[in-house]
């Protein structure tokens, strides 16, 4: 748990209101005054129960110091924002406060995020060699579960996502994402038995 001065404003997150202004990025706004949030936003990870985020916001927008728990003492994460974008050191914990993760990203043109640097862990202590990003933002990352097992890959290419694969828990791979301009363009369902790939857009067989 994270406790803040009394002149700081916090609320749980799905209090804060969505501005219908047509401005990039959209604004959060103060429920109480339908004006862009400042303060701090309280989110529990939907799945995860005994997780806490605190998102600091700034005008509406993400900005500041966020902080996750596991559970009331343990930090789960460290994330740096500006502007609703990842900026500067972003470090993730194992429960044990070995880390887990550690990137850091620019913002500096105000419209995209890049990852500049990439270190992982697939356990305590235990680096992954795979996980690395180039000078031109060109890179793999691998994410494991608590058990270290391989969770999925994320490909990015010129700082942009490229392709995400997802595993079950016996290393098989489930889905196949692509992407655009790091959105999602096309999933592919990976049928375990037989291998076969289904475009989940048109359910076509390959």
């Known amino acids: 748990m994270r406790y803040y001065p009394a002149s700081v404003k916090v609320l749980p997150q799905g209090k804060l209101r969505v501005s219908c202004e047509d401005v990039r990025p959209i604004p959060m706004l103060d429920p109480d005054t ?19 985020f605190y998102l600091p916001f700034k005008d509406g927008l993400r900005d500041g110091v966020e902080w996750g728990y596991y559970g009331d003492t343990t930090v789960y994460r460290e994330k740096h924002w500006r502007k609703n974008l990842s900026d500067g050191p972003c470090t993730t914990y194992f429960s044990d406060g070995s880390p887990c993760r550690k990137a850091f ?81 096309r999933t592919y369902e990976v049928d375990p038995s037989s291998c076969q790939l289904t475009d989940s857009d048109d359910e076509t067989p390959f």
Request: net charge negative.
């Open 34 to 52: 339908m004006k862009p949030f400042n303060g701090v936003a309280v989110s529990d990870l939907e799945g995860w129960t005994d997780m806490a």
């Open 105 to 185: 990203y620019d913002s500096q043109d105000s419209i995209t995020s890049r990852l500049l640097s990439l270190e992982v862990w697939s356990q305590p202590g235990v680096k992954c060699p795979h996980s690395i990003i180039d000078e031109n933002g060109t890179g793999e990352e691998r994410h494991y579960s608590n058990d270290g097992i391989l969770d999925h890959i994320i490909h990015y290419v010129r700082y942009k996502f490229q392709t995400e694969i997802i595993f079950d828990e016996n290393s098989r791979v489930l889905q196949i994402i692509s992407y655009e301009g790091n959105r999602k363009r």
